[in-house]
């Protein structure tokens, strides 16, 4: 059984940068895209970005682009959302999860299962 474990989150300053992981375990991902999202608090989750199996990206939240980039090591089973620029607007719980129609990005944020608990990012002076 697929399952993700994200790790990284921290409280950094605003400005700063943070390196999220996202592990699988129980499935190789070598045929999944991958995604990654957020939920502020009192907010609906939001989906940010999401990798295909070969490494294609695409971006879900204008508010992020040029400042987030998601990146995967299959070796490892990990894929990786690097956080650059970071402001007060980014703090939340960051998650994974799988595409589950395929190996490529949808257009949308939507078919994504297998969550995992999340990691907190919290951006504060």
């Known amino acids: 059984q697929l399952q993700f474990v994200e790790s990284g989150g921290a409280l950094v300053q605003p400005g700063g940068s943070l390196r999220l992981s996202c592990v699988a375990t129980g499935v190789r991902l070598d045929d999944y895209a991958i995604g990654w999202f957020r939920q502020a608090l009192g907010k609906e989750r939001e989906g940010l970005l999401c990798i295909s199996n070969r490494g294609r990206s695409t971006n879900y939240a204008p508010s992020v682009k040029g400042r987030f980039t998601i990146s995967r090591d299959n070796a490892k089973n990990t894929v990786y959302l690097q956080m650059d620029s970071l402001n007060s607007e980014d703090t939340g719980i960051y998650f994974c999860?799988?595409?589950?129609?395929?190996?490529?990005?949808?257009?949308?944020?939507?078919?994504?299962?297998?969550w995992g608990r999340g990691t907190q990012v919290t951006v504060s002076s």
């Open positions: 999860a799988e595409q589950i129609y395929g190996s490529s990005c949808p257009e949308r944020a939507r078919g994504f299962t297998s």
